[in-house]
């Protein structure tokens, strides 16, 4: 959970929200604010931010308990990252903010603020997802966006990565219909380049 | 027209079946592009959650919603399974029972007003053991289960005067007598939950008097009748929709209470609905696989090969009370002398329902393990012990495909260089690797299918079918089929699947579909090539059964010059679409699909004796499926039951807390499921000598997944010497077992 952390927003505080409880006020630092007070800054209530998703400058309406996911998949109408666990333990919503996979279930909209979001949908033309297709990484899907981000972040990181980087550095998201041996598969022909 | 008679064209000329087809939804669901019934959002939705209970038995008494509807976006609160002012008190089961629902305009509002309801509750005694069968009985949680007794006709019969009880046990305990070999062992494995990644649910509205439901089902054709007994309509006035669905292993197949209830506040509000489980929620009430213990008592003779068989087993499936249903007792195997009995305990959860291959996983692995014990008794090879007993099987026919198959996946796994007796591998520093085999039945019977073919005057092709794609691959298949009996590319066809207004298909369930829609959607296009044979063979002045239909042109066979393409041929049709809506029945004697295949499973792991911890090096699967139809997919499916197998032999269980009955680890850091790095090496193996071919489709999805439990289970025994009673083989309990053995 260091990316909250990291963005001013502490986890404590996020927990409060997503439990739905009260979440009145959200700590945000001021380069991530919309109004570009020095200093941490508290907000309350409803206000808007922008943010650039995939390539497109958006603007979505939060609360400080609005999570990223939410804005996606209600304002934004970009589904494909998924509500699988609260926790963020299944990866299924994985999503890159500033070009580092994070949980979008688990990363308040407000921490996003002025950011860059790439969701799987932009992916259409990566190798990730060709391969994912080409070696049947997928059964229901559901769990599919999540692994092409979480793929398309690790190929980032690791582009040389051996068999056993691999079966060590996928290990954020699950699959419940069991589509390992797949994604290992396209991951291995992506990092020979075939 | 002649008659057609339905084949599969033969292996060398087939273009598509068969062969390894990439799924033709593949791009929109690694896109994030496919809507599943979670992402379909109608303008002016609300979203609805709901307060699952806290308790796993207690009667609600009384509901305050007062500061829940003060709740700003807050729109309705509607009682499920709670009282009303002035209603009696409502008796709760299970945790996680649905009790009130929060209808907002987002999620966060609606949990908001969850979590401000405030309920009084009155606790009872809940009771939750279902290992302890003595326990159950003092607590009057007991029911029978059924049971039954063959004994070998040569050792007659009781006299008149004989009680038949006494004598049928004065009979097996003189055949454990005369055994050379006898193995007293309990097994058990305990609940898992089918936790789909899309929790159970819909997004629905109201048209008018007409119910649209968007539904997370593996049913489309058919769960129309369960929203109309309900909410008192007819089924007529409700449409069922599923393009995509987020996992259905058996436990999405109704409306269920939750999908009433959304169908209840859309009429109360006037706006669309969208009410998914929450994952604890899932997890807790959207399905579970009924639990499994067992007494056993084996006989064998010197060959060891088991003459007598005597089981007692036990297990939950919820509040209804049932266990592991007996018939399979012993699985696959059949001793020529039998007496089974099975005793369902009454706990305070969610009631199962159907999970992958209903009961032969848990059968599987809780008696084949005492097949495995008995060569570790006798300090002989696992393998000789399975293949020796295949003399004695439920379905005798099978054993030379059981022996054939244990054979090559011995090959695959290296058997015979890995092997070593029961607890005498080496060890390298604290971890020991051993070897386990187990082997599964399944029947796989295509389901009815009606499919509804279209060609249009210029040569465009669609289908219609009330199916539904699991991730199966059941929408490729049915291209592929339309395709390849056309003669024409993969992408000329529209395949229209996942909607109740198309014409009818059975249920995903029991590993049907692809035999139902293969059956159907090969009927309708043999049937609409025939007429289209008929209009070329009249143009071309050739009979209509020379002609053939392939690289997009219907030709007459051997003179490739006389032909027409098949947008010319479709132009003979006339001005209208030329319709034909083929009809399956399941059960029809067909030459398209069959039923009954047989599989077996090897696995071998490493254990480390200081942690507990348990690692799959490899698995191997081999399985017969009659004609394959796509290899690729089906190869998905296999991949993916081992997977399974893997989760629930050494990391899933549902873990209630044995004083308040609370299903205490019902989120993902909880319960636990193996990761991308937990599965070794997989191997895939296709049993397919050409009497399978000849045997026409047969269901794939459940077979797959039985046996793996059982090599997992047996494969550990192998590596320590000592046998882990209970899957899933945590950590814990290899410890534990360890230390009972060391004494
Ligand atoms: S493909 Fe179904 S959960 Fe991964």
């Excluded at chain 1, 509500?83 to 949980?103: F, I, Q, R």
């Amino acid at each position: 959970m260091s990316q909250q952390s990291s963005q001013g927003v502490s986890r404590r505080g996020f927990l409060k929200g997503s439990g739905a409880a009260v979440a009145a006020s959200t700590v945000v630092s001021s380069t991530e604010a919309e109004a570009a007070a020095p200093g941490l800054q508290v907000v309350s209530g409803e206000t808007s931010i922008t943010m650039k998703v995939n390539g497109k400058s958006m603007t979505a309406k939060v609360e400080p308990r609005t999570t990223l996911l939410d804005v996606l998949r209600y304002q934004f109408d970009l589904t494909g990252a998924k509500p699988v666990s609260l926790d963020g333990s299944s990866g299924a919503s994985t999503v890159l903010v500033g070009g580092k996979a994070v949980m979008a279930s688990t990363t308040l909209a407000l921490a996003v603020a002025r950011k860059e979001v790439t969701t799987c949908e932009s992916l259409g033309g990566d190798v990730v997802p060709a391969a994912f297709v080409e070696h049947d990484a997928q059964q229901c899907g559901f769990c599919t966006p999540g692994f092409v981000v979480a793929v398309r972040a690790f190929l980032n990181r690791h582009p040389d990565a051996t068999e056993e980087q691999i079966r060590a550095g996928l290990n954020g998201n699950i699959c419940r219909c069991g589509t390992y041996a797949n994604i290992l598969q396209a991951v291995i022909s992506l990092v020979k380049g075939n | 027209m002649a008659e057609v008679t339905y084949s599969w064209p033969e292996n060398h000329k087939a273009r598509l079946i068969g062969k390894r087809i990439s799924r033709l939804d593949g791009m929109e669901k690694s896109t994030g592009t496919a809507k599943y019934t979670y992402d379909i959002n109608l303008p002016k939705q609300l979203i609805v959650r709901a307060l699952g209970c806290p308790h796993a038995h207690c009667r609600v008494i009384s509901v305050d919603a007062s500061a829940a509807e003060r709740v700003a976006g807050v729109v309705l609160v509607h009682m499920i399974k709670a009282p009303g002012p002035g209603d009696d008190p409502v008796e709760i089961r299970a945790d996680g029972t649905l009790l009130v629902a929060v209808a907002a305009e987002t999620e966060a509002a609606a949990a908001e007003g969850v979590s401000k309801l405030k309920v009084k509750y009155e606790l009872l005694e809940s009771f939750v053991d279902d290992h302890d069968l003595q326990a159950a009985e003092a607590k009057k949680r007991t029911k029978k289960a059924g049971g039954g007794i063959e004994l070998d006709e040569a050792l007659g019969e009781p006299g008149d005067d004989d009680d038949e009880e006494e004598w049928e046990e004065q009979k097996v305990q003189e055949l454990f007598a005369q055994s050379k070999y006898v193995v007293e062992g309990n097994y058990g494995i305990d609940t898992i939950t089918h936790c789909c990644l899309e929790p159970h649910g819909s997004t629905l509205h109201w048209e008018g008097d007409r119910l649209k439901v968007n539904l997370s089902t593996q049913n489309v054709s058919r769960t129309d009748d369960g929203y109309a007994d309900a909410l008192k309509i007819s089924a007529d006035e409700v449409d069922v929709h599923c393009e995509y669905i987020g996992g259905g292993f058996g436990s999405k197949f109704k409306p269920d209470y939750w999908g009433i209830t959304a169908a209840e506040i859309a009429k109360k509000t006037g706006r669309p609905i969208k009410f998914l489980l929450t994952r604890d929620q899932e997890l807790k009430i959207g399905g579970n696989r009924p639990s499994g213990f067992i007494d056993v008592k084996l006989g064998a003779d010197e060959n060891g090969v088991v003459q007598v068989w005597d089981s007692h087993h036990w297990g939950t499936s919820g509040f209804n009370g049932s266990t592991v249903s007996v018939g399979n007792f012993p699985y696959v195997f059949r001793p020529k002398n039998w007496r089974r009995r099975a005793t369902g305990i009454i706990t305070d959860n969610e009631p199962s329902v159907a999970w992958r291959a209903p009961n032969h996983p848990q059968a599987c692995a809780i008696t084949q393990t005492a097949y495995d014990d008995l060569a570790a008794k006798m300090q002989a090879d696992s393998l000789d012990i399975f293949l020796r007993n295949l003399e004695n099987i439920d379905s005798p026919e099978k054993s030379l495909v059981y022996a054939e198959q244990l054979r090559i996946a011995a090959d695959l796994i290296d058997w015979r260089k890995h092997w070593h007796l029961h607890g005498k591998g080496n060890r390298r520093g604290s971890v020991v690797e051993g070897l386990g085999i187990g082997i599964h039945k399944w029947g796989g019977t295509a389901n009815s299918s009606n499919c509804l073919l279209k060609i249009h005057p210029d040569g465009g092709v669609e289908s219609y079918c009330g199916t539904q794609d699991l991730g199966t691959g059941t929408r490729t298949i049915c291209a592929m089929v339309l395709a390849e009996t056309l003669g024409l590319p993969i992408d000329a066809v529209k395949v229209n699947i996942g909607s109740s207004t198309y014409p009818f298909s059975g249920a995903s369930g029991g590993s049907t579909t692809v035999g139902a829609v293969s059956e159907s959607h090969r009927r309708a296009a043999q049937e609409v090539l025939a007429q289209i044979f008929d209009l070329v063979a009249g143009k071309l002045e050739v009979p209509a059964d020379k002609l053939e239909a392939s690289n997009g042109s219907i030709s007459v066979v051997g003179y490739s010059d006389k032909s027409m393409s098949w947008k010319q041929a479709c132009s003979l049709i006339g001005i209208q679409p030329l319709e034909v809506t083929s009809i399956y029945k399941r059960g029809d004697d067909s030459p398209l699909s069959s039923s009954n295949v047989a599989g077996c499973q090897m696995a071998r792991v490493a254990v480390d004796t200081d942690t507990g911890v348990v690692k799959i090096i490899k698995m191997v699967a081999v399985q017969d499926m009659g004609l394959v139809m796509n290899r690729k997919t089906a190869e998905s499916q296999i991949y993916g039951a081992l997977i399974m197998s893997i989760a629930a032999a050494l990391f899933e269980q549902r873990i209630n807390d044995p004083k308040t009955g609370a299903f205490i680890n019902s989120e993902l850091d909880n319960y636990r499921l193996p990761r991308l790095g937990d599965t070794g090496e997989l191997v895939v193996h296709f049993h397919e000598p050409e009497s399978e071919r000849a045997r026409g489709v047969i269901g794939l999805g459940e077979p797959p997944a039985i046996s793996g439990g059982a090599a997992i289970a047996n494969a550990v025994c192998n590596a320590t010497g000592v046998r882990v009673p209970t899957l899933p083989l945590t950590p814990k309990r290899v410890l534990d077992a360890l230390r009972t053995a060391k004494g």
